[in-house]
């Protein structure tokens, strides 16, 4: 694991109700593409009964959604990097000038 991504986990483990560490994990995750391992590690609380962590029935609800936000960001990221299928622009005029040069050799 990204060592950066670790200590920001270890963080957020030591004081779970700080909003503001949770938003610099998942921060950090997005601009270094590791919204997987963010969400692996909040699975590992949201799974309570597979956790080594200490866990209250709150914590474990607040890991779901923050997986859920996590995953959601992800699919943002993929729907912005996705680009339209289709001819790439300008493929028109270079098929029109095909066809004028096809017609051009046809008449010679």
Known sequence: ????????????????DDD???GKLIS???TSDQLGQAAGLYKSVANAEDSPYRLS???VLDAKKR????AMLAVMHLEAAKTEAGPP??????????AILV????VL
């Open 28 to 30: 950090y995750a997005q």
């Open 89 to 98: 622009k300008g493929l028109f005029w270079v098929r029109v000038a095909a």
């Open 20 to 22: 503001a560490l949770h």
């Open 57 to 59: 029935p709150t914590q």
């Open 1 to 16: 694991m990204d060592p950066t991504l670790e200590g920001l986990w270890k963080k957020v483990l030591e004081d779970w």
């Open 103 to 106: 017609v051009a050799t046809a």
């Open 67 to 70: 997986m859920n936000g996590i």
